[in-house]
């Protein structure tokens, strides 16, 4: 280790050296890394993010339970032995009663400048509910005992809504692990060739070192690590890049998704971004060392 670390001076040296020598493809390969990994950053807060959602969504679950409300206003029907009876049944966690009054007004909300609309109607257009929470895992179940109750008209659930969600979030899912692996096998792809093209150039001064005597570790210790630098640069400019454009689309982004369940996707990107910095350093890494073993092939030992 402190050997190492007494090294480190003619290893950033010579890393400096090998960069500047091949300095078009290396600025190349760090914009080509840069875009790579910011379309993987994407790709996996994007999933994360959706699977988030489909998960508050589920537990947000809820189904409309719309009554004969003629039959509680002559008194026939008994609106709390009705809510006492949906809320017994099992998968039921909440009951929350609505009034058309109330209904008007989320509307009001949802619609928010198209509320006008609303104002064409002499009457409410709107009916009394019952907003019932329940247990997803159970929504089959809890709507067919629900509508057996007497007084129920008709019960509206959201299952077609989530399930769409959950196929979406399905879809971006594969989606990451398909960008994952691109971006794994482009960045070994990548960073490689700009190790095999460091040794290559250096060939010369390699050899002169292997004469001398000096090992293996010591000599391409430089490349190994000038790999591990690009990628790691490339990841650390990247994050930068989804941070900026975070910053400009998510008020945008925060208007058009009011009416959803809020996500706490600052953590989730917080995690990704350094997910992606440890991942382009390991990636580096992995294909500095490739790169090496490959070299093997054009006749000189690693």
């Known amino acids: 280790m402190s050997k190492l670390?007494?090294?480190l001076g003619y290893v950033f040296q010579e890393v400096k050296t090998i960069l500047r020598l091949n300095g078009i493809s290396s600025l190349l390969s760090l914009i080509s890394l840069t875009l790579i990994f910011f379309v993987a950053i994407l790709a996996m807060s994007s999933w994360q993010i959706s699977t988030s959602l489909v998960q508050?969504?589920?537990?947000?679950?809820?189904i409309s339970v719309y009554y004969d409300a003629a039959r509680v206003e002559s008194g026939d029907l008994d609106l709390s032995d009705l809510i006492s009876e949906i809320e017994s049944a099992d998968g039921t966690l909440t009951t929350l009663p609505i009034s058309a009054e109330d209904a008007?007004?989320?509307?009001?909300?949802?619609?928010?400048?198209d509320a006008a609309v609303l104002t064409q109607f002499d009457e409410n257009p709107f009916e009394p509910y019952l907003e019932v929470g329940i247990d997803l895992s159970k929504l089959t179940e809890v709507i067919a005992e629900i509508k057996s109750l007497d007084g129920v008209v008709y019960v509206r659930d959201n299952q077609t809504v989530l399930e769409k969600v959950a196929s979406i979030a399905g879809v971006v899912s594969g989606v990451g692990i398909f960008v994952a692996l691109a971006v794994g096998l482009a960045t070994l792809m990548v960073t490689s060739h700009i190790i095999r093209e460091g040794v290559h150039s250096n060939r010369e001064q390699i050899m002169t070192l292997k004469l001398l005597g000096a090992p293996n570790g010591f000599i391409y210790q430089p490349y190994v690590m000038g790999g591990v630098l690009l990628t790691t640069l490339a990841g650390l400019l990247a994050a930068g890049l989804f941070l900026w454009f975070v910053t400009v689309v998510s008020a945008d982004l925060a208007e058009v998704i009011t009416f959803l369940p809020p996500v706490n996707a600052d953590r989730m990107i917080s995690v990704t971004l350094w997910g992606a910095v440890a991942a382009?350093?390991?990636l580096g890494l992995a294909a500095s060392l490739l790169g090496l073993?490959?070299?093997r092939n054009h006749g000189m030992r690693v």
């Open 5 to 7: 670390l007494s090294n």
């Open 56 to 62: 508050a969504l589920e537990n947000e679950a809820e």
């Open 104 to 113: 008007y007004t989320q509307m009001s909300v949802i619609l928010g400048q």
């Open 280 to 282: 382009s350093f390991v």
């Open 293 to 295: 073993s490959m070299i």
